[in-house]
T-cell receptor
Framework: SQQGEEDPQALSIQEGENATMNCSYK?????LQWYRQNSGRGLVHLIL?????REKHSGRLRVTLDTSKKSSSLLITASRAADTASYFCATDKRDAGGYQKVTFGIGTKLQVIP | DGGITQSPKYLFRKEGQNVTLSCEQNLNHDAMYWYRQDPGQGLRLIYY???????QKGDIAEGYSVSREKKESFPLTVTSAQKNPTAFYLC??????????FGPGTRLTVL
């Protein structure tokens, strides 16, 4: 079963605008991560936010985490055409055996129009 | 260069055949993962492993098998029991509760 669900599933914006993507999850987590995937390629890690953190920044990226609502958002400011990709959230938690289990959402497909 | 590699890039399977996808990492990571991605979809966890000679079933393990005889290697076998194996397969590795590093993927097609 998918732990995370991204919203919206697709987003189209003009270059220079901000893009916001949301992720909801179901169970408690150790951390939440955001990844980017260009078509037909592997995923690239963008940012990790731990369960005791509320906000984190990295360049033009801003991630928030609300553990009470079990949700996170990824904001990309001043978007560029090169930001066109699919974005996924992933949750990291311990399974019943104490092993680290990382599961992904269905993703948001972002298109930035030049 | 440190990294994670997958081979082959493209793989074709006939009905009833088993095929094995390779995943190797030289990052000295303890944990390795296999995911399946269908067109326009997210990643679904097949198997994961934290240490050598130990692995756990993910959310869609039926029809797949793995081994972890070496820390660097985590091959995935798609068996004939997997009825709909056509997909993009991604391998990843990580250490502790930290980010995953992904390989470039293997695209499997059933003929």
């Amino acid at each position: 079963s998918q732990q995370g669900e991204e919203d919206p599933q697709a987003l189209s914006i003009q270059e220079g605008e901000n893009a916001t993507m949301n992720c909801s999850y179901k169970t408690s987590i150790n951390n939440l991560q955001w990844y980017r995937q260009n078509s037909g390629r592997g995923l690239v890690h963008l940012i990790l936010i731990r369960s005791n953190e509320r906000e984190k920044h990295s360049g033009r990226l801003r991630v928030t985490l609300d553990t009470s609502k079990k949700s996170s958002s990824l904001l990309i400011t001043a978007s560029r055409a090169a930001d066109t990709a699919s974005y996924f959230c992933a949750t990291d938690k311990r399974d019943a055996g104490g092993y680290q289990k990382v599961t992904f959402g269905i993703g948001t497909k972002l298109q930035v129009i030049p | 260069d440190g990294g994670i590699t997958q081979s082959p890039k493209y793989l074709f399977r006939k009905e009833g055949q088993n095929v094995t996808l390779s995943c190797e990492q030289n990052l000295n990571h303890d944990a390795m993962y296999w995911y399946r991605q269908d067109p326009g979809q997210g990643l679904r966890l097949i198997y994961y492993s934290q240490i050598v000679n130990d692995f756990q079933k993910g959310d869609i393990a039926e029809g797949y098998s793995v081994s972890r005889e070496k820390k660097e290697s985590f091959p995935l076998t798609v068996t004939s029991a997997q009825k709909n194996p056509t997909a993009f397969y991604l391998c990843a590795s990580s250490t502790g509760s930290r980010e995953q590093f992904f390989g470039p993927g293997t695209r499997l097609t059933v003929l």
